[in-house]
């Protein structure tokens, strides 16, 4: 079993940044890929960015440039860096593991997923 645990969400003022943290645990040799989802209520889950094991990474038009994502294989951390932060990026951020060797930003894709944690951006 594998096991997510999100951190680093909280209150920002528009133009703000926060970093996201997500710690795996339990069986993780077979996760290839991972990813940061967010969710606002009466909406589909969205796919944010992704990052393969060899690193290449994939963003959702929305946030590039602004959002960052980076793992620390090592220590089994997936990071969401958000700069520029706006109102629009409210939401409850969600990060997944996937066992594919690509994967992409659709959630169909992805098979664990953490608890989330809610960002809120004010104007």
């Known amino acids: 079993q594998v096991d997510l645990v999100e951190s680093g969400g909280g209150s920002v003022q528009a133009g703000g940044s926060l970093t996201l943290s997500c710690r795996v645990s339990?069986?993780?040799?077979?996760?290839?890929?991972m990813g940061w989802f967010r969710q606002v209520p009466g909406k589909r889950r969205e796919g944010v960015a992704s990052i393969r094991r060899r690193y290449s990474t994939e963003y959702a038009d929305s946030v590039k440039g602004r959002f960052t994502i980076s793992r620390a294989n090592a220590k089994n951390i997936l990071y969401l860096a958000m700069n520029r932060l706006e109102p629009e990026d409210t939401a409850v951020y969600y990060c997944a593991t996937s066992s594919r060797t690509w994967c992409g930003l659709s959630s169909s894709e992805y098979s664990n997923w953490g608890q989330g944690t809610q960002v809120t951006v004010t104007p």
């Open positions: 339990g069986y993780t040799d077979r996760y290839y890929c």
